[in-house]
């Protein structure tokens, strides 16, 4: 990449190592391939990947996880590492306070977590995460805002891992009412957190409008149990989170999240209200009028039976 070029992908929000790693891991996945004389299906089949789920790695489109990263190591041994290139991809990627605290959310037993606008890295769907990565990263190109939405979509597997931790979240009801993408988009992600909520391991509870002012408001908080017993803390407002493993501090933000449970809904009002926006978005997704609309129509409050 020459100067003019490296000026060009930072003025459009890139940095120069991203594009030179995600270019990397696609040139030499398409080459390897073409060198053992496989077709793109023969190569799917191999790995048991659709062929378009493999394709969209090989035109850059999405990135391996790390656990495909590895097995392609392991099936080509290629001189540099799809392991390593993905490390350098990530890396730029990620926040620097999330890189120090990404390895305990994955390691966690028991994950609370706190949000009072948009849904949950953990719980969120495909084109959820996509819409709003474009919403905070106004201008990014195609292949950055996939790879974001890929690293997001991967932390999601430690929900299928052989011992998945307990996950207890608490949504504010605006998390349910501000659409994000479209109203098929939220209609999907409410579905995607019904299900969620099925799994005995999780809850998730709702913090309707209805409740009062609470020291959480406009900002998140995560919390890490890990496998020693600490509990490690993440909280975010209008900026990066400040990684917090002081015992006391933690137990401040424990005392706070609990405050906030104690004023959300149960379980099963909660689920109830996630089923009647969800019914809205199937609406308003028919006759074209958004919900965020109707609802300042209706005054932006829902009863909860």
Known sequence: ????????????????????GRELIRRQLKRLRESSGLSMQQLADEFHYSKGRYADMESGRTLPTKEFAAVLDQRFKPLLKFTELLSNVRDALIAEHMKEMLPKEQAAVRIQTFSSSVMPGLLQTEEYARALTRASIPGAPDDQIAARVSLRMERQLLFFREDPPFYWAILDEAVLARTVGTDEVMAEQLRHLEEIILNPRNKVQILPFAAREHGMMGGSLNLWTLRDGRTVAL????????????????????????????????????????????????????????????QLQRGGQRAVS
């Open 1 to 20: 990449m020459n100067k003019r070029q490296a000026q060009a992908a930072q003025g459009a929000g890139r940095r120069p190592d991203e594009i030179t």
């Open 235 to 294: 909280a975010e407002s209008f900026g990066p989170g400040e990684p917090i493993e002081s015992p006391t501090r933690v137990s401040f933000y424990s005392e706070m999240f609990d405050e906030v449970k104690i004023n959300a809904l149960s379980p099963e009002g909660s689920l109830r209200l996630i089923r009647r926006y969800l019914k809205d978005y199937h609406h308003e997704a028919d006759d074209g009028q958004p919900v965020a609309q109707e």
